[in-house]
């Protein structure tokens, strides 16, 4: 059997991980592969756009293929030392203890590294594990500070401690997670200075501190370019501000104004990167439709899970065709 | 009820909110019209954007004020570092240099002061409370660290000092304190394994560092507690107003909901809210729309732009009406959405006229 693919989204707060997850498990459960998307969030977004109310620690049907589940990082830290201590007993009563939580609060990395091994679960099932396991799972990770640390742990433990089990789980997560044909750290940022600025440190760290593979970066809720040059021309020219064309024109050079400043950040991107951003409409309704999601869906596959290629520098021509009409008459 | 203009007769405003809403703007814009007021003023950012930072003087992140001159008046700008604030703080309370050296140098105090979530937090509001207490300003207004819950910002105190006098001591000589009331062998045999794990996390020798920490905070205890109740004192006191910072989509006005919701609980005075980035294009009457200057193509394209626009402005009163509804808070003032964030002084004037 191939190996799981990782797909890990993180980016600032509300930039759309959420949707971009979900986009991306429904196009790879519409592909044949067995797709598990991981919510860490707690706020039940994924579920919604499921149509589902809440996601419980087991893996749950979506849909045909598409199986999701959600991982609460205080549940992990009471099940792993629950576990070792094997007396429920005194595991009521240690998880009750201020000192405990206390403890666990500040031990830096347990909540990340217990994360990263239940993944590693679902991914790498082992032997004598009768359910055949995902091809693909999806993390609808943290915002970027906390995944970047998240993503750190394996090694800083890997090194910090070589032997024993914990060593050895540390070990197979960094094989894992620096497997550039399997694992892809997906960065989700808006067309507004803070939320570029961001993804550009955070690939820089992604790629250079910790060789893990970035995939293309993707810019969420670009305004559509919906007039030409010189339309835009007209409308910004035309004086006439007073009549009854005036919230039309208003309404117009807002758009162009809109499009013109998300086009500034995803140059700015691009340049930053060397690698074309995948952009994603702005919506105008009043919440993601499954018809979003699948056309979201069509647009970040192809980038996020084509078939595994190193030699991913963008051709410049055919990108900037594609991208000059990303977001255009998309209806 | 309460309006903008009743914030600037508080000591201390604090605007709180989602990651990405325009806290850092509205916090800088609302000094600049406190200082347009003739309020001595002063703001206290947390990471602004490049451009912003730049346009306030404040390049270099500095916990000292700066001074930020509009036309004739001007207030001052401070940049949060949470680990020098924690720095200080030890400095202050330890009994004699040793002691802070000591701590300061400890690698468990290292993660702590940078990484315990909440320090951040827990710093913003030490920081003011020292400010409060110069007696310089008359009016403070708070830029608060991107939390999802409310609980985040305001447990942060606690947090620390649980952590501080979580009898770690005693925790490293009998562990079986850990679980008080079990035989202590049972719990000696139980907790092997469990210190040997939590030695192993990080490599750090966790429960070493943190009795030489828990010895070099013993004398510090007691001030901490103190200073971490005066700032609990202080954020419910009737001259401080949280001001929640919002956009108008949907799944953000749920977690506004919810953040108001925990303040309130938490007898935190919440002044109203600020509702940032919304879109308010009015009904249009098609057949009004003339004809003649445009050719059909351009005509339709402009009619569909502005039904798109439309559509967004009607979810963005819904989900205000539904935020104003659960939360009874009073909507202090609605900016409509501009194209580019404010990044210059001229441009954080222009916020500032929206927002009041």
């Known amino acids: ?331 | 009820m309460a309006t903008i203009e009743s914030l600037f007769r508080k000591r201390l405003v604090i605007c709180v909110g989602a990651g990405g809403v325009g806290k850092t703007t509205t916090a800088a814009a609302l000094a600049l019209a406190g200082a347009l007021r003739r309020r001595r003023t002063a703001v206290i950012t947390v990471d602004p954007a490049r451009r912003l930072k730049d346009a306030l003087g404040l390049d270099g992140l500095s916990m000292e004020p700066q001074s930020v001159a509009v036309d004739s008046v001007h207030f001052d700008a401070l940049a949060l570092d949470t680990k020098r604030t924690f720095d200080a703080l030890i400095e202050r309370f330890a009994p004699n240099p040793a002691v802070s050296a000591r701590i300061l140098a400890n690698r468990l105090y290292q993660e702590l002061s940078n990484e315990l979530a909440g320090s951040a937090e827990y710093m913003a509001m030490e920081k003011l409370h020292e400010l409060l207490h110069l007696h310089r300003y008359q009016v403070l207004v708070v830029d608060t660290p991107p939390s999802a819950h409310a609980r985040d910002l305001l447990a942060a105190p606690n947090r620390v000092t649980n952590l501080l006098a979580s009898r770690a001591v005693s925790l490293l000589q009998a562990p079986a304190a850990l679980l008080s009331g079990a035989p202590s062998s049972v719990a000696r045999v139980a907790l092997f394994p469990l210190l040997k794990a939590l030695q192993r996390w990080t490599g750090l020798h966790l429960l070493h560092d943190l009795a030489d920490l828990a010895a070099g905070f013993e004398h510090m205890i007691e001030g901490f507690h103190t200073r971490a109740e005066e700032v609990s004192r202080l954020l419910r006191a009737p001259s401080t107003a949280f001001v929640l910072v919002t956009t108008p989509e949907p799944h953000t006005v749920e977690t506004a909901i919810s953040f108001h919701r925990e303040l309130t609980d938490g007898g935190f005075p919440v002044a109203g809210i600020v509702a940032n980035r919304v879109l308010a294009f009015p009904r249009l009457d098609e057949e009004t729309v003339p004809t003649a200057a445009w050719d059909e193509r351009l005509r339709s394209k402009l009619l569909r732009n502005y039904r798109e626009l439309q559509e967004l402005s009607q979810r963005d009163r819904r989900t205000l009406r539904k935020l104003q509804g659960e939360t009874g808070a009073p909507l202090l003032a609605v900016v409509p959405a501009v194209t580019v964030a404010p990044t210059t002084l001229a441009g954080l004037e222009r916020f500032a006229r929206l927002l009041l």
């Open chain 1, 1 to 331: 059997m191939q190996a799981a693919r990782l797909l890990f989204v993180t980016g600032k707060g509300g930039v759309g991980k959420t949707t971009v997850a979900a986009a991306l498990g429904q196009y790879a459960a519409g592909l044949g592969h067995r797709t598990l998307i991981v919510e860490t969030a707690t706020d039940g977004r994924l579920a919604y756009l499921f149509g589902y109310h809440a996601l419980g620690p087991a893996p749950r049907r979506l849909r045909a293929g598409l199986d999701a589940v959600r991982i609460d990082a205080r549940q992990l830290v009471e099940g792993y030392f629950s576990g070792l201590l094997r007396f429920p007993m005194l595991s009521k009563r240690l998880l009750a203890s201020q000192t405990f939580n206390a403890l666990t609060a500040a031990a830096p990395g347990i909540t990340e590294f217990l994360l990263l091994e239940k993944l590693l679960g679902w991914i790498e099932p082992g032997f004598g594990v009768r359910r055949r396991g995902y091809e693909v799972i999806i993390v609808d990770g943290p915002s970027t500070g906390h995944a970047l640390k998240m993503l750190r742990t394996p090694r800083a433990l890997a090194t910090m401690v070589p032997g024993g089990p914990l060593g050895k789980t540390a070990r197979r997560l960094l094989a894992l997670l620096g497997d550039h044909a399997r694992t892809q750290v997906v960065l989700v940022s808006l067309p507004e200075e803070m939320s570029v600025r961001e993804t550009i440190e955070t690939q820089q760290v992604l790629e250079g501190d910790l060789t893990l593979r970035v995939a293309r970066p993707i810019i969420n809720r670009v305004f559509p370019r919906h007039f030409s040059a010189t339309e835009a021309h007209l409308i910004e020219q035309n004086g006439e501000l007073d009549g009854a064309a005036a919230p039309l024109l208003a309404a117009a050079r807002f758009t162009i104004a809109y499009r013109r400043e998300a086009e500034r950040h995803v140059a700015h991107l691009r340049r930053a990167l060397g690698a074309s951003p995948i952009l994603l409409r702005q919506l105008f309704t009043a919440d993601v439709r499954a018809a979003d999601l699948e056309r979201f869906g069509r647009r970040l596959g192809k980038a996020v899970l084509e078939p595994v290629d190193d030699s991913r520098k963008p051709k410049a021509e055919s990108e900037k065709h594609r991208t000059g009409h990303d977001t255009h008459g998309d209806h």
